[in-house]
């Protein structure tokens, strides 16, 4: 089964400090893995994937394929990083639909 | 180009009435796709097309709910003999055909039944 879990909903740190977003996966084969972010009032937007391997807006996430972890990192923290994050994976065949985990919402205290 | 459109933003509905949503993809994306959202969720799967053809349902799209995207550009979404629990929020997300290219989501229909 494919499944993506988020084990925090609500993660709050202050402005500055390191910010890691837990992600850990289930699926039988080699998924793509996804970060998605929705800033307020704004629309679900593609973050990162780790097939790209790039830093955006300071974020990396490493795909540990033994832990089955994608976790979500930023070294400091801003504050306009406040948002809801959504790990997701898809297949590399067929629909490539996107199965989300719950999300985390990221507040960055000043 | 604006982004995935969708139309209307919000509808409000009674119960057992039938309701349609549109969603304008990216002009030249050739895939398209439906979610539905709900509160404290991530968005789950629904249907998919590939050009106007429908390729993959899921188990979720009782046979209330129909998709179309006949000319294989706009796709719309019906669900007929609404329920309480069809109140959501209807994503539409659209992307190009080659492997894993990223799906860009539009703003929702966000359905409320009374």
């Given at each position: 089964a494919q499944r993506v879990t988020q084990p925090e909903?609500?993660?709050s740190v202050f402005k500055g400090a390191p910010v890691e977003l837990k992600c850990n996966y289930s699926y039988s084969g080699s998924p793509e893995l996804f970060w998605y972010v929705q800033y307020s009032r704004q629309r679900l937007q593609l973050l990162l994937r780790h097939?790209?391997?790039?830093?955006?807006?300071?974020?990396?996430?490493?795909l540990n394929k033994g832990e089955t972890s994608f976790h979500l990192k930023k070294p400091f923290a801003q504050e306009e990083d406040s948002a809801m994050y959504y790990c997701a994976l898809s297949g590399r065949e067929g629909a490539q639909k996107l199965v989300f985990g719950q999300g985390t919402r990221l507040t960055i205290n000043p | 180009d604006t982004g995935v459109s969708q139309d209307p933003?919000?509808?409000?509905t009674k119960r057992g009435q039938n309701v349609t949503f549109r969603c304008d993809p990216i002009s030249e994306?050739?895939?398209?796709?439906?979610?539905?959202?709900?509160?404290?969720?991530?968005?789950?799967?629904?249907?998919?097309?590939?050009?106007e053809a429908q390729l993959e349902k899921s188990r979720l799209l009782s046979?209330?709910?129909?998709?179309?995207?006949p000319k294989g550009s706009f796709s719309t979404l019906e669900i007929q003999r609404t329920e309480q629990g069809d109140s959501a929020m209807y994503l539409c997300a659209s992307s190009l055909g080659a492997f894993n290219q990223p799906q860009h989501f539009g703003d929702g229909t966000r359905l409320s039944i009374l």
């Amino acid at each position: 089964a494919q499944r993506v879990t988020q084990p925090e909903k609500l993660l709050s740190v202050f402005k500055g400090a390191p910010v890691e977003l837990k992600c850990n996966y289930s699926y039988s084969g080699s998924p793509e893995l996804f970060w998605y972010v929705q800033y307020s009032r704004q629309r679900l937007q593609l973050l990162l994937r780790h097939i790209s391997r790039e830093s955006i807006k300071g974020f990396t996430a490493d795909l540990n394929k033994g832990e089955t972890s994608f976790h979500l990192k930023k070294p400091f923290a801003q504050e306009e990083d406040s948002a809801m994050y959504y790990c997701a994976l898809s297949g590399r065949e067929g629909a490539q639909k996107l199965v989300f985990g719950q999300g985390t919402r990221l507040t960055i205290n000043p | 180009d604006t982004g995935v459109s969708q139309d209307p933003r919000h509808k409000i509905t009674k119960r057992g009435q039938n309701v349609t949503f549109r969603c304008d993809p990216i002009s030249e994306h050739n895939r398209l796709y439906w979610y539905r959202q709900t509160l404290g969720q991530g968005p789950e799967f629904l249907t998919y097309f590939q050009n106007e053809a429908q390729l993959e349902k899921s188990r979720l799209l009782s046979d209330r709910f129909s998709a179309e995207r006949p000319k294989g550009s706009f796709s719309t979404l019906e669900i007929q003999r609404t329920e309480q629990g069809d109140s959501a929020m209807y994503l539409c997300a659209s992307s190009l055909g080659a492997f894993n290219q990223p799906q860009h989501f539009g703003d929702g229909t966000r359905l409320s039944i009374l």
